[in-house]
């Protein structure tokens, strides 16, 4: 899978074959990778597509059947599994781990930590989020939004804004503590006991 989309890449870039003949193969190549993603497997194939296809309308078709699968497992023989296959996707396409960074894919997987059925599969997106840097800005405020919810993901995000974002990250649970926006008992425990730390009282 991964020479194919790679060999698409190379006949558009070098002139052999039309737009047409590539935008074709690329369709079908999104239709596979999705197959395979709900199979459990394909996510590297996804992060490839998504890093180095050549056409914007396909990029954004696949990112959004990674995000279905990764909602509800739709079509799945194990959706969880499927799920998780699509994150992993998402995370290295953001991530830019085999090209040129995806942009969306941290739209995608701020929806999956919304909508996901699965709580492994919403935490995963959140662990996602947080390894992608660019744009930073855009991270943060995701994990700020989510640490202040009531449930177990805002103690997620909270870890991950103190533990792995540096100093805009303990900038915005400072923020968090002093505006009183926490919702959850443990992060408004851990909250106070930063603050006393830190220094924001």
Request: proline letters at 4%.
């Amino acid at each position: 899978m991964k020479s194919k989309i790679l060999q698409i890449a190379a006949l558009f870039l070098f002139g052999i074959g039309t737009p047409a003949t590539v935008d074709a193969q690329q369709a079908t190549s999104v239709a596979e990778i999705l197959e395979n993603v709900r199979a459990g497997r394909g996510e590297n194939s996804a992060a490839i597509f998504l890093t180095t296809s050549l056409s914007p309308s396909l990029l954004d078709e696949l990112a959004e059947g990674l995000t279905a699968i990764a909602i509800d497992g739709a079509g799945a023989t194990d959706p969880q599994s499927a799920a998780l296959s699509a994150v992993s996707g998402l995370g290295s396409a953001g991530r830019g781990s085999f090209g040129r960074a995806y942009p969306r894919a941290i739209q995608e997987l701020k929806k999956i930590v919304d909508l996901s059925s699965f709580q492994p599969v919403q935490i995963a997106a959140l662990t996602a989020i947080a390894s992608i840097s660019r744009p930073l800005g855009q991270s943060l405020s995701i994990l700020s939004e989510v640490a202040a919810r009531d449930d177990i993901l805002a103690t997620v995000a909270t870890r991950y804004l103190h533990d792995q974002m540096g100093p805009p990250g303990l900038a915005r649970l400072r923020g968090l503590y002093r505006d009183g926006s926490a919702t959850h008992p443990a992060v408004i425990q851990s909250l106070s006991v930063w603050a006393g730390l830190y220094g924001w009282r």
